[in-house]
């Protein structure tokens, strides 16, 4: 079974860090372009960052630019999110997503995702 499992998630005050781990299992994710969503209560799911396949090319949105960084490693199979600065606008449920057929920043066209794991960020 091809599984992707978030962790790393938690609660931090404003300004600290966290890093987000994603566990792929079932298949290698060697040649595959993986991504990092997060959704708010009551709001869409919103792209945060994507990797290609090599590791090559990185792409941040807007806000989380410069702040967060975005790496995989091929031989663990693990996707990564090491988020630095947070902000209490950061709080939301963050899921890890692989295989985008189409662009690396729409949510919909990611093939496979993981449960999802918690961040909230304290004022």
């Known amino acids: 079974q091809v599984r992707l499992v978030e962790s790393g998630g938690g609660l931090v005050q404003a300004g600290g860090s966290l890093r987000l781990s994603c566990a792929a299992s079932g298949r290698t994710f060697r040649n595959s372009a993986m991504g990092w969503f997060r959704q708010a209560p009551g709001k869409e799911r919103e792209f945060a960052a994507a990797?290609?396949?090599?590791?090559?090319?990185?792409f941040y949105a807007d806000s989380v630019k410069g702040r967060f960084t975005i790496s995989k490693d091929n031989a663990r199979n693990t996707l990564y999110l090491q988020m630095d600065s947070l902000k209490p606008e950061d709080t939301a449920v963050y899921y890890c997503?692989?295989?985008?057929?189409?662009?690396?920043?729409?949510?919909?066209?990611?093939?496979?995702w993981g449960q999802g794991t918690q961040v909230t960020v304290s004022s």
């Open positions: 997503a692989a295989d985008p057929d189409g662009s690396y920043r729409r949510w919909t066209d990611y093939e496979l």
């Open positions: 990797i290609t396949w090599s590791g090559g090319s990185t």
